[in-house]
């Protein structure tokens, strides 16, 4: 927290002026409750101190500076179920947010009598009723209401258009703004249907940690998920992991998911050259291949099977079959041509071996994944998943080519499949999952009589040797699946290829079963995971697996509510009626303004950018509440006052609606409206119910109520049929800012704080802000002009309307602020958030200002009435709570002020221009297959203040973009940028080209601006700058070391964190 305070301090409005809001919320189970209440209120004692002592407390002062927490909100998130306990005096249980055991118990009317007491010292915290906030939301479906957790840990692979790709890689690469498509089934499809489609997924996000199932079906494949996240059945549509049954049809995946983007390049690139010399003949060099090809994918996949990679040579075997007819030369003319040569080796069992003792060629088949494993241990290598099709395919084939075979006829009986052996069953659940790719599916055995054993044989030079054999498994392809293998896939071997088309041949074959059934599920521990939201049919698919869409995904995170407010008192015509008609255009011409604006905003994350326009919230709201009910003659605390503010809030949000679903019409609905139509609908319809209990709606023009009613009406009605084009259509913001620049005399749904107030300025001085409605009430009130000016007079003089001449006392309420001698009660803040929140999509920024003297107790009574009446949010400020009080009521006349000091102007920053004759360091690089020379000028006292780089590739547009920024680093380096800022923002940044170096210390450069500036971090910046920017030096390793060395075996690793943990999303934020 104290962290994210600085960040946010650093950030103004309009050039000038901090505003607080930077939103923190905590869960009231959260085991750090009570800190989180109290951390506030502790900073504003220390503030009271200083400024006792002599210290300048005012707003932004140096001194001001060191008090923390003040650039945020703080609130608590309560539920009904503690609210109800603070109602029964009963007990709460705080809860750890990794398992949900109790942690702590707490006495809950104790824990809001806290948040009470925080709060009358410093207005912090806040309120948010959790339990009322998602009774109201349109996204259930979509949101945090749904309480489960269903997500995938990272080692699941998802098939998408890149391949089958981690979880965890797949959020990596999200995070980095790259696009991708995945694939989901139109099984899922609200009309269900054959075959996959790809698309871009609205989010990809990080859950934090949660317990794992591992679930075992009858074909052999496995797969780990959240007890929560719902599999697609034949039987049963969705099914949650926890509750699958053997009866369950699991389905599997029928279509092809091609990896149609899939990079051709290769994940490694060997600067080496692969060099052999043949028996009596003169050396061959090849340069290795930097790109996939079909005969490299089969030689890999042959090498799995039948061949091993040591720490000094490569082979492949090959037996006498392969011999006969023709693979091992194949082969052999394949390696030959790839990397310049090999040995060919007859060994005395009939077999022959081609070897590869090149260290290159060895670094070569390690980047592409190729372990050296033991047979039982074996692995698909990494890359293949992520390789295109054409790759994949082969190297299937080279590897059943290896290990595989065609049966016909088992013990005499026909038992007609393609298998393929192996003594690791972790390699063969790979196969699987490449297979489930071409729409292939298979199973997986045990194969009998193949349990570990031991045997023992003597070598050549008679040594006794005993092996310990692994148990053996066997990967079947039958039925109707033969026909895709032989498509897609088929063998390297031209016998078993003329086998299989035999096979093919010769027989009809059974439609494949389409599902496999559950045989196990086992706790598996806890681990980070993933999820993803999918637009289209709201499925995916995960290891051949069809599993539902996120129902986790959160709008509110990581997303972003377009705003935009008008100032009622524009609406007010000549007879202090609002002006129905106009208010209804401005409000379809500014939503549909704000709904263009979704997708031509700019926005800070690229996760913010994709779910703002996937969910295209809006947050049409107004201004001046206050002033109007002024200007209308009405009490702002009085039935009248709230009937009236209700009737104009719901016209706005049904109006607001009601255009949404007009633009859907033609747009179409937003991302998420499918998987939530029938919430939202209810939601609206809710809304809609809410206008006939207005209370005191007789007091409401006709005009206005009937509009409201008609809005919504046609707000439900033309959405139910063609949906609606954003998922919140209104929120009432603070509108402090703009409320300024609209000259308004109140804010948002705020009364007037007070008929004249003055308002410190962040950077020195205030301003006098004297209520202008003042005379426009006196007038709907009866008054003669000679007697408002009088009257004006006298407020302006007293800031009080009590005792003006002509006033009735029954009008003085028409008058009342938030603060002074006529102070609304707080409980006619509250009754007015009551009355017009069921007609806020979102909720009011609202703000419940007491007088000075408030206690402790009436605001924890306010706490538990604000929920009793629906209200989603409170914050209270009591009058002098703070030491720096922004807003205030006109000081006394006799008060003396002090004159603000004059700002000293900020000096124009400097320009250290480097020496023409400088001395200079350079290094020559490579980043993937790009080559080039860094140049670095330095200053007289050895720091850098120039760099220029030469790429390999004059003329092109990398070379003419590299050009442009090194000339902004070296302006920047020149006017006092420090190296350790650049190399912080520009480190890790990945694009393209990207890849292997030929740097020691910085192996793989995400992209060359990344190798750029890791290497002049290591060449310039101190050890503890190094560390700090993640470069690893040999010292920072050193140094690391050390340190891991002196914590002990007991220290605790910190882990950073992409998904907030439960009950901390804004906090996280």
């Avoid at 220390?46 to 927490?69: C, F, H, N």
């Avoid at 939301?137 to 981690?166: E, K, M, Q, W, Y």
């Avoid at 040797?465 to 148990?471: A, C, G, I």
């Avoid at 719901?650 to 609905?669: D, H, I, N, P, Q």
Wanted: negative net charge; proline residues 4%.
């Amino acid at each position: 927290m104290r962290g994210a305070d600085a960040s946010a301090g650093t950030i103004k409005s309009g050039g000038k002026t901090r505003r607080a809001a930077k939103m923190v919320v905590l869960d009231v189970a959260h085991p750090d409750v009570e800190e989180f209440i109290w951390c506030k209120a502790k900073e504003e004692r220390k503030a009271r101190v200083l400024e006792a002592a002599g210290y300048d407390m005012t707003l932004d002062s140096p001194d001001w500076a060191s008090i923390q927490y003040q650039n945020a909100n703080n609130s608590v998130r309560v539920t009904d179920a503690f609210m109800e306990s603070v109602i029964e005096n009963k007990e709460w249980n705080l809860t750890a947010r990794t398992d949900g055991s109790v942690v702590e118990t707490k006495n809950a009317r104790d824990v809001l009598r806290q948040m009470a007491e925080a709060a009358w010292e410093c207005a912090d915290p806040g309120v948010q009723y959790d339990t009322t906030i998602n009774t109201w939301h349109t996204l259930p479906n979509t949101g945090r209401i749904n309480a489960s957790n269903p997500c995938f840990p990272g080692d699941a692979r998802v098939h998408t258009t890149l391949g089958l790709v981690r979880f965890e890689e797949l959020h990596e690469r999200a995070l980095a703004g790259e696009e991708f498509r995945v694939y989901t089934h139109r099984a899922t499809a609200k009309q269900p249907g054959k075959g996959v489609v790809a698309t871009v997924p609205v989010a990809v996000m990080q859950n934090g940690v949660k317990p794992i199932l591992r679930l075992r079906f009858a074909n052999g494949q496995e797969l780990r998920c959240t007890p929560s996240h719902r599999i697609w059945t034949l039987n049963r549509g969705y099914v949650e992991a926890a509750q699958l049954t053997a009866e369950d049809g699991v389905f599997l995946n029928d279509s092809p998911t091609a990896a149609t983007d899939a990079s051709w390049a290769l994940p490694i690139k060997v600067e080496a050259f692969a060099t052999s010399r043949s028996r009596g003949g003169t050396a061959i060099s090849r340069e290795l291949p930097e790109r996939w090809s079909e005969g490299l994918a089969e030689l890999t996949g042959h090498l799995i099977g039948d061949g091993c990679l040591t720490d000094v040579q490569t082979q492949w075997i090959y037996g006498g079959d392969d011999i006969d007819d023709g693979l091992c030369g194949s082969h052999e003319g394949m390696l030959r041509e790839l990397i310049g040569g090999i040995s060919r080796q007859e060994m005395s069992n009939d077999t022959v071996q081609l070897r590869a003792g090149s260290d290159a060629v060895r670094q070569l088949f390690r980047g592409i994944g190729v372990t050296s494993a033991r047979a039982h241990e074996k692995r698909v290598p990494r890359s293949v998943f992520t390789a295109p099709p054409e790759v994949q395919a082969a190297f299937l084939r080279g590897l059943f080519g290896a290990d595989g075979c065609v049966s016909r006829v088992e013990g005499g009986k026909a038992n007609r499949y393609v298998g393929l052996g192996s003594r690791s069953e972790a390699l063969l659940k790979d196969v699987q999952r490449l297979l489930s790719a071409f729409s292939v599916r298979s199973r997986i055995y045990s194969t009998s009589g193949s349990n570990a054993s031991k045997f023992a044989y003597t070598r050549v030079d008679g040594t006794d040797v005993e092996y310990s054999s692994q148990q053996g498994f066997d990967l079947r392809i039958t039925g109707s699946d033969l026909d895709a293998f032989a498509t897609e896939i088929g063998f390297s071997t031209p016998r078993k290829q003329a086998a299989l088309e035999l096979l093919l041949g010769e027989c009809e074959r059974y439609r494949t079963k389409p599902g496999t059934t559950l045989i196990s599920r086992d706790e598996d521990g806890q681990e980070v995971v993933y999820n993803l939201t999918e637009p289209l049919h709201h499925s995916y698919i995960v290891d051949g697996l069809v599993v539902a869409n996120c129902s986790e995904y959160m709008s509110i995170d990581d997303s972003a509510c377009n705003l935009a407010s008008l100032n009622l008192m524009k609406f007010r015509r000549e007879d202090g009626e609002l002006d129905v008609e106009a208010f209804e255009h401005a409000v379809d011409v500014v939503f549909l303004a704000q709904e263009i604006a979704v997708g031509y905003s700019s926005y800070p994350t690229p996760e913010i950018e994709r779910n703002a326009k996937s969910f295209r919230q809006l947050g049409l709201g107004y201004a001046n509440l206050g002033a109007l009910l002024m200007a209308r003659g009405l009490p702002y605390d009085s039935d009248e006052g709230r009937a009236y503010a209700a009737a104009i809030t719901a016209l706005m949000t049904g109006r607001g609606y009601r255009k949404s679903a007009e633009v859907a019409k033609r747009m179409g609905s937003f991302a998420g409206y499918q998987p939530n139509a029938a919430a939202m609908i209810g939601v609206i319809a809710k809304h809609r119910a809410a206008v006939g209990n207005i209370d005191h709606s007789s007091s409401v023009p006709n005009d206005l109520l009937n509009a409201s009613r008609k809005a919504w009406d046609e707000a439900l009605e033309i959405g139910e049929v063609n949906g609606y084009r954003n998922a919140q259509a209104s929120v009432l913001a603070p509108t402090g800012t703009i409320s300024f620049m609209m000259d308004c005399d109140t804010t948002g749904v705020e009364p007037d704080f007070s008929l004249v107030k003055s308002k410190k300025l962040v950077g020195g001085g205030e301003i006098t802000i004297v209520n202008k409605t003042v005379p426009m009430a006196l007038e709907k009130l009866g008054h003669a002009p000679n007697e408002v000016s009088e009257i004006v007079a006298y407020i302006d003089d007293r800031n009080t309307v009590v005792g003006a001449p002509y006033v009735k006392p029954e009008h003085f309420p028409v008058f009342d602020c938030a603060i002074g001698d006529r102070a609304i009660h707080y409980m006619g803040h509250v009754k007015m958030m009551g009355a017009v929140q069921p007609f806020i999509s979102g909720a009011l920024s609202k703000t419940i200002n007491l007088p000075e003297k408030t206690t402790v107790d009436e605001i924890s009574q306010l706490f538990v009435e604000s929920w009793q009446l629906g209200v989603k949010a409170v914050a209270i400020y009591r009058d002098n709570c703070k030491v720096a009080q922004p807003l205030s009521g006109k000081a006394n006349a006799g008060a003396t002020t002090l004159a603000p000091v004059s700002g000293i102007a900020s000096p124009l920053p400097k320009r250290r221009r480097i020496p023409d004759d400088r001395v200079e360091v350079g290094r020559k690089f490579a980043v993937g297959e790009y080559e080039g020379y860094i140049h670095v000028g330095l200053f007289e006292d050895g720091t850098p203040g120039d760099i220029f780089v030469d790429i390999a590739k004059e003329g092109t547009t990398l070379a003419g973009l590299m050009n442009s920024f090194m000339i902004s680093v070296s302006l920047g380096l020149q006017y006092g940028v420090p190296l350790e800022v650049y190399v912080s923002k520009f480190s890790h940044m990945r694009f393209e080209p990207s890849g292997m170096t030929n740097d020691a210390h910085i192996r793989v450069a995400k992209s060359i601006v990344d190798y750029i500036l890791r290497w002049m971090g290591k060449k310039f910046l101190s050890t503890d700058q190094q560390e700090e920017a993640g470069i690893l030096t040999p010292e920072v390793k050193a140094r690391l070391a050390a340190a891991y060395d002196d914590a002990g075996e007991h220290a605790a690793a910190a882990v950073a964190l992409d998904a907030p943990p439960p009950g901390q999303t804004a906090l996280f934020n």
